[in-house]
Nanobody, 123 residues
Framework: QVQLVESGGGLVQAGGSLRLSCAAS????????MAWFRQAPGKEREFVAA???????DYAESVKERCTISRDNARDTVDLQIHSLKPEDTAVYYC?????????????????WGQGTQVTVSS
């Protein structure tokens, strides 16, 4: 049974940093794309960053200067480092994986999702 478990969320002041982690289990994901999305209250879930199985990274324009995504294929984990946090970064952050590569921002293309971790940025 595939399971994705996020951790690392919390309450942080504007300007601070967080490192989110996602551990995937149930199969090996070295040949799958891994990504982070987020969903703010009243808004649709949006793409944040992806790390393809080929080793390429992609970021949403709104965060590309403040985020770094990394993955460890030996451990099937994907992390997201966010710095210079803003109140508008407040959201539930979700980890996701997709078997068919490419089109990272298309959320319907992802096969499995985690339950999410809450990030709240206070002003």
């Amino acid at each position: 049974q595939v399971q994705l478990v996020e951790s690392g969320g919390g309450l942080v002041q504007a300007g601070g940093s967080l490192r989110l982690s996602c551990a995937a289990s149930g199969r090996r994901f070295s040949s799958w794309d891994m990504a982070w999305f987020r969903q703010a209250p009243g808004k649709e879930r949006e793409f944040v960053a992806a790390f393809s199985w080929r080793g390429t990274r992609d970021y949403a324009e709104s965060v590309k200067e403040r985020c770094t995504i990394s993955r460890d294929n030996a451990r099937d984990t994907v992390d997201l480092q966010i710095h210079s946090l803003k109140p508008e970064d407040t959201a539930v952050y979700y980890c996701a994986v997709k078997r068919i590569p490419g089109d990272y921002s298309f959320r319907e293309g992802y096969n499995y999702w985690g339950q999410g971790t809450q990030v709240t940025v206070s002003s």
